[in-house]
């Protein structure tokens, strides 16, 4: 076994490059030693082990950020802007006149990942990732801090994108374009590439516009074993007994990976055909366990009528976005900026 252990993580340090490996690895290694084998987490050590970096009125890397708390429900939203060019304006945060009155702005909502359980907002790893998002697609973006399992389960993590997005479709300063309206987009990686695929799932129900879904290799599941997670069990970072904890600290208990939540085009999932559903650009790492579900994701899409754009990246792990050191960061980038700026 140890001999395995030995190939898998020289094979991960072939593919990946060097400060990636090293910087998932740490978080690989903080993960085991947070998750109990009895379905608890030790959330004191986590937030203890979670480099967190405060908002910034102030630019950093061309971009500006702030906080939101929800008196009402304590959901923390932070919101990135590219800084004004002026500089006599920097430090003043303009809630009162929209984005812009003629050019179209997009606001991207997004949703970190760590599986439901790790992570936040403020997590320096997410915060970065966001600016950039910022930067490359002059869009706002909005972080959403939702609950994590295991102690708020499901359906705790959608309710809280649900809110989220109501709270930015109501703010008239996240309003451009000549019709003066919010054009929202929906992004996630991981778990929040399936909070925001059930959310948008929820905002098409009620009628609600959302422009576009970007997932990045989006965490779903169900009960069988597929080809990939049997072929790439325990060598790029994650294994099955993993994925399992996972599921078990955020479904209903007594539920299986075949809840909607986890397999949303399983034999209990919702049917997406005639529903007015955004356009869905999913991105599937060719090196992750979980690839065949997503793919099985974009042909769910595909048989109900949905438009969606797969890209299909085959050298690429998990995580490849943190870091701007490898071809398939730059070529998720471009694809996201086309995405929301589909005019340019």
């Not at 020289?10 to 998750?35: C, D, G, H, M, Q």
């Not at 972080?143 to 993590?157: I, L």
């Not at 909070?195 to 069988?224: S, Y």
Request: glycine content about 8%; charged content about 25%; proline content about 5%.
């Amino acid at each position: 076994m140890a001999g395995g252990n030995e190939v898998n993580l020289n094979e991960s340090k072939r593919v990946v490059p060097l400060n990636t490996w090293v910087l998932i690895s740490n978080f690989k290694l903080a993960y085991n030693l947070l998750r109990r084998p009895d379905g608890t987490f030790n959330r004191d050590l986590a937030e203890y082990l979670d480099r967190k970096v405060p908002p910034n009125t102030i630019p950093v890397d061309g971009v500006f950020s702030f906080d939101h708390v929800d008196r009402a429900t304590g959901l923390l939203n932070r919101v990135f802007q590219a800084a004004p060019q002026n500089e006599v304006q920097w430090g003043i945060v303009e809630l009162e006149k929209p984005l812009s009155t003629t050019e179209v702005v997009p606001v991207i909502i997004f949703f970190h990942g760590g599986s439901f359980t790790h992570s936040s907002a403020n997590s320096a790893i997410y915060d970065t990732f966001c600016r950039r998002l910022v930067n490359i697609c002059k869009a706002v973006v909005v972080s959403v801090n939702y609950r994590r399992s295991p102690e708020y389960r499901y359906p705790c993590a959608y309710d809280d994108g649900w809110a989220a997005l109501k709270w930015v479709k109501s703010r008239t300063w996240l309003q451009s374009g000549k019709d003066s309206k919010v054009y929202v987009y929906l992004a996630g990686d991981s778990s929040g590439g399936n909070i925001a695929h059930h959310v948008a799932v929820r905002a098409a129900e009620a009628e609600v516009e959302i422009l576009g879904n970007i997932l990045l290799h989006p965490m779903f599941g169900g009960e069988k074993r597929t080809e990939s997670e049997t072929r790439l069990d325990g060598k790029y970072f994650v294994t099955i007994q993993d994925r399992n904890w996972y599921w078990r600290a955020f479904l209903p208990e007594g539920e299986d990976r075949d809840h909607p939540a986890c397999n949303p085009f399983g034999l209990r999932g919702k049917s997406l055909e005639g529903l007015k559903f955004p356009k869905s650009l999913i991105c599937v790492a060719g090196l992750d366990l979980i690839q065949d579900w997503q793919l099985a994701y974009v042909e769910g899409l595909r048989k109900a009528g949905q438009d969606v754009k797969l890209l299909f990246l085959k050298e690429a792990t998990i995580g490849f976005y943190f870091l701007p050191n490898n071809d398939h960061f730059y070529c998720l980038m471009e694809e996201i900026k086309n995405f929301v700026n589909p005019s340019c």
